[in-house]
């Protein structure tokens, strides 16, 4: 339930940085939406989003192994639409925004499942604790045209378990495991 882009900002490492210059994009200003969703007995309870969310990507759509994201959200830019419940989640039992201000992901396996799909497998920071977590991301025009230029649209999806990041460890009117849910625009 936090983050600033879970799918932008790449990992560019100094030897790869060369590799991936023709192929780096970052999410669009004012262009990605990090949302959550928070169910109880499979009701939704508690939902919101993160107002800032930056990444950049570097992309391989043909060898999508080459490919590297890196994404943070600032974990204070949550908005759920009710003042109380905003302070609750960004308090110190759930986000402690006040003593980790940003969320993160990074990949470290990227691999297509589709002609314009990809399963990106890497760790996610919330509060400090690091796991695994796979995004699925879906680009909603042909990636091709990637390489003209411009701007390319996507969604993507996640899961998480609170319990694994020790956010709200006390509280039971939510489910352990969290959805979120991203959409965005992608530009060179």
């Known amino acids: ?51 800032t969310v930056d990444g950049t990507i570097a992309l391989d759509f043909d060898r999508p192994e080459r490919s590297r994201i890196r994404m943070t959200i600032q974990t204070a830019s949550l908005r759920t639409g009710a003042d109380l419940v905003d302070g609750f989640i960004k308090g110190q039992t759930m986000l402690d925004v006040a003593h980790y201000p940003v969320a ?25 604790a690091s796991q695994p977590v796979t995004v699925i991301a879906v680009a909603e025009s042909d ?22 990041f020790a956010i709200g460890r006390e509280v039971n009117i939510v489910d352990d495991q969290v959805e979120i849910d991203i959409k965005g625009v992608i530009s060179r």
Request: hydrophobic letters at 45%.
């Open 1 to 51: 339930m936090m983050m600033r882009a879970l799918l932008a900002v790449a990992l560019l490492g100094p030897s790869s940085a060369s590799a991936f210059a023709q192929d780096v994009w970052s999410l669009s200003r004012d262009g990605g939406t990090v949302a959550f969703v928070a169910r109880h007995f499979g009701i939704p309870t508690a939902s919101g989003r993160f107002g």
């Open 104 to 128: 993160s992901f990074v990949s470290q396996q990227v691999a297509r499942t589709g002609e314009r799909s990809l399963s990106i497998t890497g760790q996610l920071t919330i509060r400090g």
């Open 143 to 164: 990636p091709a045209g990637m390489r003209a230029g411009g701007t390319l649209p996507f969604h993507a999806s996640a899961s998480f378990s609170r319990a694994a």
